[in-house]
Nanobody, 125 residues
Framework: VQLQASGGGLVQTGESLRLSCAAS????????LGWFRQAPGKEREFVAA????????NYADSVKGRFTISRDSAKNTVSLQMNSLKPEDTAVYYC???????????????????WGQGTLVTVSS
């Protein structure tokens, strides 16, 4: 599976962005999907995850209520709708895929096997 993330950019505090991640080479259907981010000088952190069916989601506390993860199995994509952006959301955002046997979300980054190249989100104050 090859993942291609897009949609990053420069926005002001309070604005919105929608990130997308498209898969090629294999269908997403057997995979849980996630978004992670890494700010300058910081470690990569979990942002959001979605199960194979899309029926289960998990979010980091820092983004809960502002970000929404979704997937479109027909288009083989996963998206992250980010609202009410804050300067502390500035980071490179990565999508990732983890093969799972059950309809569960995956949070630990080391359980994800496929990673996209990242897309930069910059939120100015």
């Amino acid at each position: 599976v090859q993942l291609q993330a897009s949609g990053g950019g420069l926005v002001q505090t309070g604005e919105s962005l929608r990130l997308s991640c498209a898969a090629s080479g294999r269908t997403f259907s057997g995979y849980a999907l996630g978004w992670f981010r890494q700010a300058p000088g910081k470690e990569r952190e979990f942002v959001a995850a979605i199960s194979r069916s899309g029926g289960r989601t998990n979010y980091a506390d820092s983004v809960k209520g502002r970000f929404t993860i979704s997937r479109d199995s027909a288009k083989n994509t996963v998206s992250l709708q980010m609202n009410s952006l804050k300067p502390e959301d500035t980071a490179v955002y990565y999508c990732a895929a983890a093969f799972v046997y059950y309809d569960t979300t995956v949070i630990p980054g080391n359980e994800y096997y496929y990673w996209g190249q990242g897309t930069l989100v910059t939120v100015s104050s």
